[in-house]
DNA sequence: GTAAGGATGCGCT
DNA sequence: GCGCATCCTTACG
């Protein structure tokens, strides 16, 4: 990709309403940058946190230490470790003080593809950033990158590419069945056709 | 202080 | 399809 055609996503778009900002994320670029070598990938599947009264979001039982960037203003990244191995990056949306985010499922790798491929331990290009903790490991993402505001990190941003994006498909959330209700919600968003899914639909 | 469980991925069957 | 690795965060006492 050429940098020089690519502008930068600022906060006036990470403040939207967070579906709007969940389905225009697909397909604009999440580029990282460490050391001076850029890896980056289109956003093919993500999925949105919604506040408070959203059983699944991590702020549904208020703000703790755990949580706090989600209560930031939008545009700041939200990195979070889990099931004792593994992180997974959001990105933060709405007011400041209202917490919601979008989870960044899958990536379609575009550039930065040895590095990828030597921090993730195999060159199946299909494995490299295909599901959340993949791609947080294919970009050398990790708690240290929790917070970054990512409408001015050098290290981190989103950037839109003119790429026109097709049909969206939507689902239920991944991995939230104990949320209730709220694991029925169709919060999940994806590039119909892309071959990067990080589950099918 | 202590215990339970998770916005996952991998390897084996 | 299933079990497991592995440890932080939270809730409760």
Known sequence: MNMNDAHRTHSAFFEQATEAVARDLLGKVLVRTVDGVDCAGRIVDVEMYLGEGDRACHAARGRTQRNEVMFWRAGHAYVYFVYGMHYCFNIVT??????????????????????MEQRRRTQKRELLTSGPARLTQALGIDRTSNGIDLTSSAELGVFEDGFKKGKILKGPRIGVDYAGKDAKLLWRFGLSGSAFLSKKF
């Open 94 to 115: 709405e007011k400041e003080g209202f917490p919601a985010a979008v989870l960044v499922r899958a990536l379609e790798p575009l550039s930065g593809i040895e590095l």
